[in-house]
Nanobody, 123 residues
C-alpha cells in the first residue's frame, strides 16, 4: 500500500474554485492510477475523476469541464482543480491509488486511500 496525504478543501461559495492535493509516499506515482472520490452523509462514495499511470484523465459527467485532475510526478502529487463549484459538490473528497486499476470508478481496484478532506460549497 501507498500512504496518501491530502490537503486543500474548505468552505467556499457557489461559483468559486478550489484545489485539492494528494501526496503519495512512494518512489514514483508514474506507475499508479490515481483516483478522486467523494462522499456525502448517507450516500455511497462516488467516483469523481481519475488519472491513469499513462497520464490519461477521465471524469464523471457532472465534473467534466469543471474539474481537472493532474499530476506532478516530480513531487509525487496529484491535484484536483475544481471550478464553478455548486452546493452539490459539497462532500468529503478522497484520493486513491491503485497499481492495477481496470475500472476507474471501481473502488475495490484502488489499494490505498487518503484521509479525506471536506469541501463545503455554500449557496
Amino acid at each position: 500500500q501507498v500512504q496518501l496525504v491530502q490537503s486543500g478543501g474548505g468552505l467556499v461559495q457557489t461559483g468559486d474554485s478550489l484545489q485539492l492535493s494528494c501526496v503519495a509516499r512512494v518512489d514514483s506515482i508514474s506507475m499508479l492510477t490515481m483516483g478522486w472520490f467523494r462522499q456525502t452523509p448517507g450516500k455511497e462514495r462516488e467516483w469523481v475523476a481519475a488519472i491513469t499511470w499513462a497520464g490519461a484523465a477521465t471524469y464523471r459527467d457532472s465534473a467534466e469541464g469543471r474539474f481537472t485532475v493532474s499530476r506532478d510526478t516530480a513531487k509525487n502529487t496529484v491535484y484536483l482543480q475544481m471550478s464553478q463549484l455548486t452546493p452539490e459538490d459539497s462532500a468529503v473528497y478522497y484520493c486513491a491509488a491503485g497499481r492495477l486499476v481496470l475500472g476507474l470508478g471501481r473502488q475495490s481496484d484502488y489499494e490505498s486511500w487518503g484521509q479525506g478532506t471536506q469541501v463545503t460549497v455554500s449557496s
